[in-house]
């Protein structure tokens, strides 16, 4: 299967942009908040008006350690159609003897045909986000039968994933997911001079935020143009020029 593009957006009238853009999967998110911020129910119910099924959207939660005490997820679950979900893994440690750092969700969302999904997440940078290690989330993510793998960089300081995982030793990493039907989510402050490398690894989804706002700063609004480009880019059977 072709890569797909997910795009996180901050507000309806981006959403709309990204929607227009073919983007393959909105990801609603507070950019300002970490790399998996938050947005408040009412932005986020917002850009599912805007959105009205054109595209799936996913939602970003918080980081798991952080998100029961500060948001009723379960009110937002049942009431929106939230294709997926993910809370990130920052704070929990790394030994394997911790507790999993992807909830199970509520019973009354776990029908196989009723989303939300839970996205397994993997920080690339996992020493500094005091996070599991790729390799116990790996094992996890098979263990659990989670759908979808997302890695990405906890820090938005300018590094990117290929400064936390060498692409080699991300590929081998990622082929027992690929082995095991789990699908892989690329993020990580990516740059589109990594499209070739990125494209080289055949991941089901590259996920960008930066890379497609105005001066590549990822708390910017979303470039039309860039947006445009990205989505070409990674639809396009050839690498870009
Ligand atoms: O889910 C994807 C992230 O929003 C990626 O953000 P970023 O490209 O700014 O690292």
Redesign the pocket.
Known sequence: MSMRL???VQSASEAEMAVRAGVDLI?V?D?TQG??GAATEQTIRSIFEVVANRTPVSV?AGEWIDSPAQTDWQHTIERLPIAWI?WGPSGLGHSAELAPPHPRLPKSTQAPSTPPRSVAVAYADWQRANAPCPQWLQQFAIDQQFRVV?V??WG?DGS??FDWFAPAELASWMQPLQDAGIAI?L????RWEMLPTLRSLRPDWI???????HSAN?NDGLDPQRLRDWVDAVHAKEPPK
């Open positions: 997910l795009v996180s990801d998110k950019t790399s998996l970003a993910k997302l990405d960089t938005k990117t994933l989510a993020a990580g402050s990516l996920a960008v935020r930066g890379a497609v706002c990822r």
